[in-house]
């Protein structure tokens, strides 16, 4: 049962728990998406009112993200508090084990642990879903940047491979400057096309007064051509759109139905695929051990009183992460079964929470 003491460490637990998911969104939405975005603004012409939608899309991935981080930095920040405020001495000379402190810590864990799930399982997916296809249809609008300075333009192929390159010096509405367009879809030979002027179309870029110039394999100029009159049609594409669901916009019941359905057609997965498909089950519940290891940290004898917060949790997340990280990889090259690759970090999280409470308790 929920006693008095429990209500008011949870209460600030939940102060903090919303301070830190509010600081590291913030972090890494700068850090991160903002400027994603801001490069597609620039790149495709992506109008604002589209790029803010695209970007609140990203909101509720961010956030499933940070939950793990504002409860570990919640879990510190309190234990820490009220250690050195003696309170969690007096709770203790009262008879309280070290391991019923921890109970608050845990409810919040797991709370977390259960909003980070649902985050990740349920509105992220639809998020990734609805962001792709808004993406798509602004690009196809074929659209200029927001700005009339110059920008570049970069046109893929199917493998990712550089096909055109397009440079336009500026512009004024769909009225085009300088611009120059090296081709290198021909392995053999390079095109180089140099226009005075030109004009933005939905359907085609229209280039007046073109120069057009045949590099050859050796780096000699073969031929050299002018026109008037230049049609670039289809130039800028959206990218193509994946026949299936991508595992990014699945759940994990749904990604399992579909690695499950795709095996019995004899489709071979690689390792990624499976440890993707468990990470979408791991990775939430990364908020109870995170915050088991917390309580013992911020919690020290009265003789060496210190202040653990922000930067701690920036150290044990940096360790966390690195600790996923290199299992992935175990996992992706087939050194660790998905689903101990996926749990790894947990595990060993786990266990060294488990050290420090054996410790912090014969200490205390």
């Not at 026949?243 to 489709?267: D, N, T, V």
């Amino acid at each position: 049962m929920m006693t008095l003491l429990d209500r008011y460490i949870i209460k600030r637990l939940l102060d903090y728990l919303f301070l830190g998911i509010v600081i590291f969104t913030l972090v890494l939405f700068f850090s991160n998406a903002l400027l994603d975005f801001m490069k597609d603004l620039q790149h495709y012409g992506i109008s604002w009112d589209i790029a803010a939608t695209l970007i609140g899309l990203q909101i509720p991935r961010i956030v499933a993200v940070v939950i793990p981080m504002g409860a570990l930095l919640a879990t510190l920040m309190v234990y820490n508090t009220l250690n050195n405020q003696f309170e969690l001495i007096s709770m203790r000379m009262s008879g309280i084990s070290l391991y019923r402190l921890a109970v608050p810590a845990i409810i919040i864990g797991i709370a977390a642990s259960g909003a980070a799930y649902l985050l990740h399982d349920y509105v992220v997916p639809k998020c990734y879903t609805y962001s792709r296809a808004l993406k798509t249809y602004a690009i196809d609008q074929q659209n200029l940047p927001a700005t009339n300075e110059n920008f570049i333009y970069k046109q893929f192929d199917q493998n990712q491979q550089l096909k055109r390159l397009l440079y336009i010096s500026h512009f004024h509405k769909k009225h085009l400057g300088y611009t120059t367009m090296v081709d290198l879809t021909n392995p053999k030979t390079l095109q180089v096309i140099q226009a005075h002027s030109g004009l933005w179309g939905q359907s085609a870029i229209e280039l007046s007064d073109a120069d057009i110039y045949t590099v050859s394999s050796t780096q000699k100029v073969s031929n050299t051509t002018r026109a008037d009159h230049l049609q670039l049609q289809h130039f800028i594409q959206p990218p193509p759109v994946p026949k299936e669901y991508l595992p990014k916009e699945l759940s994990f019941w749904g990604m399992r139905a579909w690695l499950e359905k795709g095996i019995k057609k004899g489709h071979k997965f690689a390792p990624s695929v499976f440890v993707t498909l468990w990470e979408k089950l791991m990775v939430p519940l990364s908020s109870i051990p995170l915050v088991l290891v917390a309580v013992p940290l911020a919690v020290t004898p009265p003789r060496k009183l210190s202040n653990i917060g922000f930067l701690a949790s920036i150290l044990i997340l940096f360790f966390y992460y690195l600790i996923q990280h290199i299992s992935v990889q175990l996992g992706n090259s087939h050194f660790l079964p998905p689903l101990l690759a996926a749990s790894l970090p947990l595990i060993i999280i786990s266990g060294v929470a488990i050290v420090l409470f054996q410790r912090k308790n014969q200490v205390l």
